[in-house]
């Protein structure tokens, strides 16, 4: 009869452990696909109930990576630096100087798209420009300086420099009609810009027989900022 008791409990035991475990498996089954991955389930085990939480793997969508159009940079930039190589190269081979020596891009701008263009007197377009125009032009739109309209005038503003101690940006005066009748701008190596009355804009040298003997001075544009 004991034995029979025994018996009867272990089986009653293992009969209530397998319905347990059934119920725990069939509520993780829809947890899986009903609950948050914070919801707990119900396992049974050897020491009894435990709970323990369910987790879903959540993987990070990748965001596109958007797309740089790089060859077309590239080409642009090559096309920026061939033609300010092409401009620095051109004007360093007319005024004989190195090409890393031309460095105000701003300036060889200006220079290459006005050289060539026809004088005018009383000018002030790419149809025909004067002297004194072209320089009050370029001062302006390089430097930043307005000036007043003719050479007399800008020759009155400026600060009257050597020609030894001329540099970049400087104004050259001339006497070619027993006054300060023409003014042209300096660059470098003795070599200025202006407005020719025969060539149009150009780029001429100091040394030139013509403009050594009817050179006045240089004039620097005083900066009222300082």
């Given at each position: 009869?004991?034995?029979l008791?025994?018996?009867?409990?272990?089986a009653f035991?293992?009969?209530t452990?397998?319905?347990?475990?059934g119920?725990a498996a069939?509520?993780?089954?829809?947890?899986?696909?009903n609950?948050?991955?914070?919801?707990y389930?119900?396992?049974?085990t050897?020491?009894?109930m435990i709970?323990?939480p369910?987790v879903?793997e959540?993987?990070?969508?990748k965001?596109?990576?958007?797309?740089v159009?790089k060859?077309?940079?590239?080409?642009?930039?090559k096309e920026?630096i061939e033609?300010l190589?092409?401009?620095q190269?051109?004007y360093?081979?007319m005024?004989?100087?190195?090409?890393e020596?031309?460095?105000?891009?701003?300036?060889?701008g200006?220079?290459?798209?006005?050289f060539g263009?026809?004088?005018?007197?009383?000018?002030t377009t790419?149809?025909g420009i004067?002297?004194?125009a072209?320089t009050?032009?370029?001062?302006?739109?390089?430097?930043?300086?307005?000036?007043?309209?003719?050479a007399?005038?800008?020759?009155?503003?400026?600060?009257?420099i050597k020609?030894?101690?001329l540099?970049?940006?400087?104004?050259v005066?001339?006497?070619?009609?027993g006054?300060?009748?023409?003014v042209g701008?300096?660059l470098e190596?003795?070599?200025?810009?202006?407005?020719?009355?025969?060539?149009?804009?150009?780029i001429?040298?100091l040394?030139?027989a013509?403009y050594?003997r009817?050179?006045?001075?240089g004039g620097r544009?005083?900066d009222d900022?300082?």
């Amino acid at each position: 009869m004991k034995k029979l008791l025994i018996l009867s409990s272990i089986a009653f035991f293992l009969l209530t452990g397998m319905t347990v475990f059934g119920q725990a498996a069939n509520s993780g089954n829809n947890s899986t696909s009903n609950h948050p991955a914070s919801s707990y389930a119900s396992i049974f085990t050897r020491e009894g109930m435990i709970s323990t939480p369910w987790v879903t793997e959540v993987k990070e969508q990748k965001k596109p990576t958007p797309v740089v159009q790089k060859k077309s940079i590239l080409k642009e930039t090559k096309e920026i630096i061939e033609s300010l190589t092409s401009v620095q190269f051109k004007y360093a081979m007319m005024m004989n100087v190195n090409v890393e020596s031309l460095k105000n891009v701003a300036l060889l701008g200006f220079i290459d798209d006005w050289f060539g263009t026809r004088y005018r007197y009383g000018g002030t377009t790419k149809k025909g420009i004067d002297c004194s125009a072209l320089t009050g032009s370029l001062l302006l739109g390089v430097y930043g300086f307005s000036m007043p309209r003719t050479a007399r005038e800008q020759y009155k503003v400026t600060e009257h420099i050597k020609r030894e101690d001329l540099k970049e940006g400087d104004l050259v005066f001339f006497n070619t009609k027993g006054y300060v009748s023409h003014v042209g701008l300096y660059l470098e190596n003795g070599y200025f810009l202006h407005a020719s009355t025969k060539e149009g804009v150009t780029i001429s040298n100091l040394d030139e027989a013509y403009y050594k003997r009817t050179f006045i001075s240089g004039g620097r544009v005083k900066d009222d900022k300082n």
